[in-house]
């Protein structure tokens, strides 16, 4: 599977921002797909995540409310539309795949990467 993240760019706090994750590949309706972020020192940190068929998702309690994540799978596309962005929410946001039935918020347990997209808030 290889993943594609777009959509980042450069925006003023309390603006809003959709990123888009393409995904190649067979059977993606199968992973667990989700957004990490990561700033400059730090490790990546869970943002969100949405399970196979988009029936369950979860959300890190800095972003619950603000974000929200869906997929298409018939598309093969996960999103993240981000409201009500904060300056804190600036990071590289990358989006993972993940082949099992258990979602985790550890970035380690993820089997896919894409290659990130930069999120830029402004105060």
């Known amino acids: 599977v290889q993943l594609q993240a777009s959509g980042g760019g450069l925006v003023q706090a309390g603006g809003s921002l959709k990123l888009s994750c393409a995904a190649s590949g067979r059977a993606f309706s199968s992973y667990i797909m989700g957004w990490f972020r990561q700033t400059p020192g730090n490790e990546r940190e869970f943002v969100a995540d949405?399970?196979?068929?988009?029936?369950?998702?979860d959300y890190a309690n800095s972003v619950k409310g603000r974000f929200t994540i869906s997929r298409d799978v018939a598309k093969n596309m996960v999103y993240l539309q981000m409201n009500s962005l904060k300056p804190e929410d600036t990071a590289i946001y990358y989006c993972?795949?993940?082949?099992?039935?258990?979602?985790?918020?550890?970035?380690?347990?993820?089997?896919?990467w894409g290659q990130g997209t930069l999120v830029t808030v402004s105060s």
């Open positions: 949405i399970f196979r068929n988009g029936e369950a998702t």
């Open positions: 993972a795949g993940r082949q099992s039935t258990v979602a985790v918020r550890d970035a380690s347990l993820y089997d896919y």
